[in-house]
T-cell receptor
Framework: NAGVTQTPKFQVLKTGQSMTLQCAQD?????MSWYRQDPGMGLRLIHY???????DQGEVPNGYNVSRSTTEDFPLRLLSAAPSQTSVYFC???????????FGEGSRLTVL | EDKVVQSPLSLVVHEGDTVTLNCSYE??????LLWYKQEKKAPTFLFML????IEKKSGRLSSILDKKELFSILNITATQTGDSAVYLC????????????FGKGTKLSVKP
């Protein structure tokens, strides 16, 4: 009963490095998304996907790339990490386009 | 501006108290308003409200949406220390998108 699984849970990067946050769900959900959560800012949408092969930008997409080659996986790529990307990242999925989101446990990223 | 505003930002009560958390928003055309509870990690789903005036209940928690006055409330009766968490309100945006705009949350602390 895995639900939404994110890896890694913690990561420290240096400015300019790249990395990929992995997200996988086993609920056969069509909709997946990435949010970042910063103190005092709430959760903000980075990118989302309504199905395999379809992605779109959310509220704060700059500096991030996504792809959706399968229904199960939705990785988030940081191309050149910046200190402003220090945050907690949550992946989420939903069975419908406007309904309950199931969240992963989060990935805490620190960029030095 | 398109925001979801929660109040109060933080609240300290004693066990057994009843609390009301507020969520206001600024647009009329959206599909659903959702409440989540966030303890240490991932937000967990509480309620999804789509119709105005219909209360949803789950144990000691209840919620209602007023689409005319553009707000929702989350009530918790007979609070317990286990209710201590950040409560997040979010609304869907976009006619056919499953994306959420979150408020900044209300941090509830329940003291023994």
């Amino acid at each position: 009963n895995a639900g939404v699984t994110q890896t890694p849970k913690f990561q420290v990067l240096k400015t300019g490095q790249s990395m990929t946050l992995q997200c996988a769900q086993d609920m056969n959900h069509e909709y997946m998304s990435w949010y970042r959560q910063d103190p005092g800012m709430g959760l903000r949408l980075i990118h989302y996907s309504v199905g395999a092969g379809i992605t779109d930008q959310g509220e704060v997409p700059n500096g991030y790339n996504v792809s959706r080659s399968t229904t199960e996986d939705f990785p988030l790529r940081l191309l050149s990490a910046a200190p402003s990307q220090t945050s907690v990242y949550f992946c989420a999925s939903s069975a419908t386009r406007a309904g309950e989101l199931f969240f992963g446990e989060g990935s805490r990223l620190t960029v030095l | 501006e398109d925001k979801v505003v929660q109040s109060p930002l933080s609240l300290v009560v004693h066990e057994g108290d009843t609390v009301t958390l507020n969520c206001s928003y600024e647009v009329t055309n959206f599909r659903s308003l959702l409440w989540y509870k966030q303890e240490k990690k991932a937000p967990t789903f509480l309620f999804m409200l789509t119709s105005s005036g219909i209360e949803k209940k789950s144990g000691r928690l209840s919620s209602i949406l007023d689409k005319k006055e553009l707000f929702s409330i989350l009530n918790i009766t007979a609070t317990q220390t286990g209710d201590s968490a950040v409560y997040l309100c979010a609304r869907t945006y976009g006619g056919s998108q499953g994306n959420l705009i979150f408020g900044k949350g209300t941090k509830l602390s329940v003291k023994p």
